[in-house]
């Protein structure tokens, strides 16, 4: 099976950036989708950007639209940041069918996760 790891994360002032970075290991998938997501205390997990390994199909959560975005491969710049983005953030990833070419931001498609990042804003 496949195992991330993430790096990145911190603390922030308002409007300041950040960068996660996520690294797989272990079992390479022909076609997978990869996420991110996040979850604040009280507040469900959510999906926040997903982009399918062959590289098409990049997916934005409407609240993240404009200011986050995928850089250097699966790694995620997050832009402007306001105090709503605070909470921990993890990547994810599950083996696509080929016929998938938008990968979806639903938590419980993803199989695999990392551990989490702390975002603090």
């Known amino acids: 099976h496949v195992q991330l790891v993430e790096s990145g994360g911190g603390s922030v002032q308002v409007g300041g950036s950040l960068s996660l970075s996520c690294v797989a290991s272990g079992e390479e998938y022909a076609n997978w989708c990869m996420g991110w997501f996040r979850q604040a205390p009280g507040k469900k997990r959510e999906g926040v950007a997903a982009?399918?390994?062959r590289g098409g199909g990049k997916v934005y959560a409407d609240s993240v639209k404009g200011r986050f975005t995928f850089s250097q491969g699966y790694n995620l710049q997050m832009n402007g940041l306001n105090p709503d983005d605070a909470a921990t953030y993890y990547c994810a990833a599950f083996s696509a069918p080929l016929s998938v070419t938008r990968c979806p931001l639903t938590p419980g498609d993803y199989v695999a996760w990392g551990q989490g990042n702390q975002v603090t804003v």
């Open positions: 982009v399918h390994t």
